[in-house]
């Protein structure tokens, strides 16, 4: 799974899970189909996913795993949240994280409160956004998880050019940079460039944020994710109104290309019409 053979680990885990059961393992059943889920929703497969979280759910709780337990009730309001079911996908979560503190598993509650983050984030509150991604990344950080942390210094930076703090945003991008030097490469990479990109053409840094787009065009398609296509459209905005006409088209077409890709047909026409000084 983790080398990005999806449909195969799937193949696995069911064998996995059908000798488990045969063997009267009960616990290895479990965590079969509760990797098998994580595969399903990673694949895409919305409607498969759902119907093996729900089981993997009722089973965790009979057997009281509560970290399986509670992840399902996090990738179960992770796709109500993608679904634009804000209730239900605070509901789950909130679940979630509450049984993963009861249960003393620090590190997945936080995992939980980047959900949250995500979710407050599409109910318009940047503030509660941002409390919920401080309070991941202290623990992040206290358990030495980079990668985590990484992923948290990105949110938070997002979320501070959203809040319009553009000079705390930057400080995200210099705590970045010592973990993660601009050169090496890395799975995040080229969201460490997006909000790079935003952050130059916030302070009018032309020159540099030209060299971060450059960069991440050469790198090929754009992962198909809103907050890379917000940290470009954002970009495009700020050279737009700075009068850097080709850094602002640069930065819409890379957006563009992640709306097609997202089918965001909304930020299409927007960026669109922007392209052509709109």
């Known amino acids: 799974a983790r080398s990005g053979k999806r449909e195969e680990a799937v193949a696995i885990f069911d064998q996995t899970r059908a000798d488990a ?18 595969c399903l929703r990673v694949l895409g497969r919305k409607a498969d996913a ?5 089981g993997v759910l009722d089973y965790a709780a009979h057997l009281g795993v509560a970290a399986v337990e509670a992840g399902a009730l996090r990738e179960l309001g992770n796709l109500a949240l993608r679904d634009g079911d804000h209730d239900e996908a605070g509901r789950l979560l909130r679940r979630s994280a509450t049984r993963l503190e009861g249960a003393g598993l620090k590190v ?25 991604y401080s309070s991941t990344f202290s623990v992040m950080r206290a358990y030495g998880l980079t990668s985590e942390v990484l992923v948290t210094l990105i949110n938070l930076g997002i979320v501070e050019l959203a809040m319009g703090r553009a000079r705390r945003a930057s400080r995200r991008l210099v705590e970045i940079d ?14 460490v ?17 030209e060299e971060s787009v450059d960069r991440l065009a050469e790198g090929g398609a754009l992962p198909a994710d809103p907050d890379l296509l917000w940290l470009l459209e954002h970009a495009g905005g700020c050279a737009r109104t700075g009068g850097e006409a080709s850094l602002a088209a640069d930065a819409f077409d ?13 930020a299409q026409r927007r960026l669109r019409t922007a392209m052509h000084g709109g």
């Open 21 to 38: 059961e045969k063997a009267g393992e009960e616990r290895t059943a479990l965590w079969a189909r509760w990797l098998r889920a994580r």
């Open 50 to 54: 759902k119907k093996e979280l729900e």
């Open 108 to 132: 997945e509650a936080a995992v939980t409160r980047v959900s949250l983050g995500e979710l407050a984030r599409a109910q318009g509150d940047l503030a509660g956004a941002r409390s919920e």
């Open 178 to 191: 010592r973990l993660l030097p601009p050169e090496q490469p890395h799975g995040l990479r080229r969201y």
């Open 193 to 209: 460039e997006a909000l790079r990109v935003a952050c130059f053409a916030e302070k009018g840094a032309w020159e540099e944020a």
């Open 254 to 266: 890379l957006a563009l290309g992640i709306a097609e890709s997202l089918n965001d047909k909304d």
